[in-house]
């Protein structure tokens, strides 16, 4: 996986021979394409993303046996130095999708910095929820639905930069969705509010009911708190009170 994950080919601004104090201010995924054909997120399946940095610069990454195949690039701040990381899906053409994380480094180039394994066959995605310390052990969680549409299981994957290897997840619990096959968004969330357990926010596995995960004595716990009767069933219950 971590040869996978270093296959990319990067594009860059000319850098100045100083020290490096970019921060990442913003990424999307660019140029859409059908070389993957897989059709799960509409319009989700990208060959770059481009990272705008604090200096006006800008940095285009892509791999050459894989795309980017979600809706949308997310900004985090793991590890609390005040510059986010990046956080993409990444799928493979013989592998399926993964969680790919990306820093810059010292130098101030743009790199892949930590992930989990991928599903491990072609065609196989996950849809991300959200991210939040959700079991509350000081380390930021990412939090996803593998394989929306087939397995339908919720896995929390905890993100410490200065940790050795891959990414492991450390919780998972069946029966919920996130994703419609063929629709461009991502639905539900996480409602993460000061002074509680933060929340994942999700469909069950029919799609029948709004559900509500979080930690409850070092397990995930989900009550049904709402019909679902369309995207909007969700809005009340990712506000913080």
Not at 78 to 107: K, Y
Not at 146 to 162: F, G, N, Y
Not at 183 to 195: Q, Y
Request: a negative charge; aromatic letters at 8%; one cysteine or more.
């Amino acid at each position: 996986m971590l040869r996978l994950a270093a296959a990319f080919v990067l594009a860059a601004s000319p850098l100045a021979a100083t020290e490096i104090t970019n921060d990442v201010t913003s990424a999307r995924y660019i140029e859409p394409t059908d070389v993957y054909g897989h059709g799960a997120v509409a319009g989700g399946e990208y060959a770059q993303m481009r990272v705008a940095l604090s200096d006006g610069t800008e940095r285009n990454v892509s791999f050459k046996k894989s795309i980017f195949e979600d809706t949308a690039p997310r900004l985090h701040d793991f590890d609390g130095d005040g510059s986010p990381e990046i956080v993409t899906v990444v799928s493979g053409f013989a592998t399926g999708a993964w969680v790919q994380v990306w820093s810059l480094n010292a130098s101030g180039v743009l790199i892949p910095v930590k992930s989990n394994a991928p599903i491990g066959a072609r065609h196989r995605w996950l849809a991300i929820a959200g991210i939040a310390d959700f079991d509350g052990d000081g380390t930021d969680d990412i939090a996803y639905i593998d394989r929306p549409h087939l397995t339908k299981e919720l896995v929390i994957l905890p993100v410490d930069l200065a940790g050795p290897g891959m990414l492991d997840a450390t919780a998972s619990l069946a029966g919920l969705t996130n994703h419609h096959l063929g629709s461009a968004g991502i639905e539900g969330g996480i409602r993460d509010c000061s002074g509680h357990v933060p929340v994942i926010v999700t469909a069950n596995a029919d799609w029948s009911q709004v559900m509500e995960t979080r930690f409850e004595n070092t397990e995930l716990v989900s009550t049904p708190v709402a019909p679902y009767t369309g995207a909007d069933s969700f809005a009340p219950f990712l506000i913080c009170p």
